[in-house]
């Protein structure tokens, strides 16, 4: 035993009159890895296809701890490894873990094996926490800490045996299953569960979450910023492009919206829409698209070819509106110049020249989480948010578009769908 004991153990020993007490540090004892199980639900890396984390979750040697997922009312269970440096050493030891939320391990027996020369290894048994994390509601632990000990004399005296840390998000209820776009994003846990922590109903998590959006800095799980445009003609289209490549369109934004609201099994049908001007005919053309503030008009130089859409732009049709580098509209001639308006996603300056536009709508409100801003109506999208209507055709190189700043020359059309 003394053997053992000289090996483990660094004693400090303090003496005084009427007290001696010893503070005992197991240096060569090491956290290995973590694994989490019990009912964790699969989450995918940010990517395209993302595939689905591996086990272990946590490992001693990792840059990034991978993170963990529950649905509220579910205990988490936890295995464990370790290895421990010593010529000799006892045939078992005990190991407890106290976790965050008070969510205690219980002790276990573990058996040493021999590895290679001095060094064993042990495990801990994966083992179901003292209790559940409270049902229907959301939580959020950044990160969650589970603080391991050992003991050699059966109990008796218990000391440190390292610290694992993880990211760990608590669903309010299960997750609606996985779609074509919909998929358990590692962001999407982190939005949705980082801004609805502590919030139990619908009406609290659908606002929690939009509450991201609103001050146009949308961030993932690293806090890197989700950019609206970033490059103007980005061609990014899906969630999974978004948060692989940090920039996307307005599809991406109302589909990672939707996301976070799905991923706390919030239930709302009906709630994507896509906007698109009516295409009626003015001097023998479809109005089809429309520009989002704010846009400058200046002298109209197209009223002779039509004097209802006066102003006109012109560009090469060969190289486009946005050429390389990508970060501005470059007209050969110009009626209406783009200026700062409406921010957007980390970008205060984005695309402003479309013919369509994706948005959600949730219990009657329109959501445009491009812009984080909500409207009561289909109609009054357009007199806040655009600086007017336009068409385009093209002749030859040029392509020629003519504006109007009358609103009322056009109008919206909605196609809703469910995400």
């Given at each position: 035993m003394q053997k053992i004991l000289r090996c483990l153990f660094i004693a400090l020993v303090f003496c005084s009159s009427d007290s001696i007490a010893q503070d005992f540090t197991y240096s060569n004892v090491n956290l290995v890895s973590v694994t989490f199980s019990g009912g964790n639900l699969a989450i995918r890396k940010d990517s395209v296809g993302g595939i689905v984390y591996p086990t272990p979750q946590y490992n001693y040697n990792a840059t990034l701890q991978r993170?963990?997922?529950?649905?509220?009312g579910v205990a988490p269970r936890v295995a464990a490894s370790f290895t421990i440096d010593c010529p000799t050493v006892p045939v078992s030891v005990d190991v407890r873990g106290f976790g965050s939320?008070?969510?205690?391990?219980?002790?276990?027996?573990a058996t040493l094996t021999p590895v290679s020369g001095t060094v064993h290894s042990f495990s801990y048994p994966a083992t179901t926490g003292s209790h559940v994390f409270a049902a229907s509601i959301v939580r959020f632990f950044k990160p969650y800490t589970i603080n391991w000990e050992i003991s050699f004399d059966g109990g008796t005296t218990w000391k440190s045996a390292g610290t694992s840390n993880n990211t760990l998000y608590v669903t309010r209820s299960a997750p609606q299953t996985e779609g074509t776009n919909f998929k358990w994003y590692h962001t999407v846990f982190d939005i949705s569960c980082r801004n609805a922590q502590g919030y139990s109903t619908d009406t609290a998590i659908i606002a929690r979450v939009w509450s991201e959006f609103t001050d146009q800095i949308v961030l993932n799980y690293k806090d890197d910023s989700l950019f609206y445009y970033k490059i103007m003609n980005t061609t990014n289209t899906n969630l999974g492009s978004l948060l692989q490549y940090k920039d996307a369109q307005c599809y991406t934004f109302a589909q990672l919206f939707l996301a976070t609201i799905k991923i706390q099994g919030v239930v709302r049908t009906s709630n994507y829409v896509y906007i698109t001007p009516i295409s009626n005919v003015v001097c023998g053309y479809n109005v089809n698209r429309f520009i989002v503030k704010n846009w400058t008009f200046g002298t109209a130089t197209g009223a002779a070819t039509c004097s209802t859409f006066p102003w006109?732009?012109?560009?090469?049709?060969?190289?486009?509106s946005i050429p390389p580098p990508y970060n501005q509209y470059v007209f050969t001639t110009a009626d209406v110049t783009d200026q700062s308006g409406i921010p957007g996603s980390c970008n205060v300056r984005p695309s402003s020249y479309f013919n369509n536009h994706q948005i959600a709508k949730i219990d009657g409100v329109y959501y445009d989480?491009?812009?984080?801003?909500?409207?009561?109506?289909?109609?009054?999208?357009?007199?806040?948010?655009?600086?007017?209507?336009s068409f385009r055709y093209t002749s030859g190189t040029t392509t020629n578009c003519f504006f109007t700043n009358n609103m009322t020359l056009s109008d919206l059309s909605e196609s809703i769908s469910t995400f």
């Open positions: 993170p963990v997922a529950y649905v509220s939320d008070s969510i205690n391990f219980a002790p276990a027996t006109k732009n012109t560009y090469n049709a060969i190289t486009g989480a491009c812009y984080g801003v909500t409207f009561p109506t289909l109609v009054s999208i357009k007199t806040a948010a655009f600086s007017g209507w």
